[in-house]
Nanobody, 128 residues
Framework: QLQLVESGGGLVQPGGSLRLSCTAS????????IGWFRQAPGKEREGVSC????????EYVDSVRGRFTLSRDNSKNTVFLQMNSLKPEDTAVYYC?????????????????????WGQGTQVTVSS
């Protein structure tokens, strides 16, 4: 059974950076597309970014493109979300998720239902 654990959240000033980690146990992440989602208070959970199997495709929503970078380290069974130039509107609980039957070289965060496994979330707060 795949289990995902997020870490790396915290409090950061606007313009600062954080690197979130999503580490898997039980199964190798090699065979999964991984997505990152976030949920701000009072809002629906929204997709942020994803990476396909074989790392051939990464996708970002417009609000984070150019500021966030997603990468995978298979030796550590971990996916990283590097977040730079953070803004107060990035404040949310961030979740990683794994898609169990991904289309090769494809990923999307348009539908949460694509993802079968979810972590518990990590809080990111951007405030001065």
């Amino acid at each position: 059974q795949l289990q995902l654990v997020e870490s790396g959240g915290g409090l950061v000033q606007p313009g600062g950076s954080l690197r979130l980690s999503c580490t898997a146990s039980g199964v190798s992440l090699d065979y999964y597309a991984i997505g990152w989602f976030r949920q701000a208070p009072g809002k629906e959970r929204e997709g942020v970014s994803c990476i396909s199997t074989n790392d051939k495709t990464t996708e970002y929503v417009d609000s984070v493109r150019g500021r966030f970078t997603l990468s995978r380290d298979n030796s550590k069974n971990t996916v990283f979300l590097q977040m730079n130039s953070l803004k107060p509107e990035d404040t949310a609980v961030y979740y990683c998720a794994a898609e169990g039957n991904p289309v090769p070289d494809f990923c999307s965060v348009q539908r949460r239902s694509r993802y079968d496994y979810w972590g518990q979330g990590t809080q990111v707060t951007v405030s001065s």
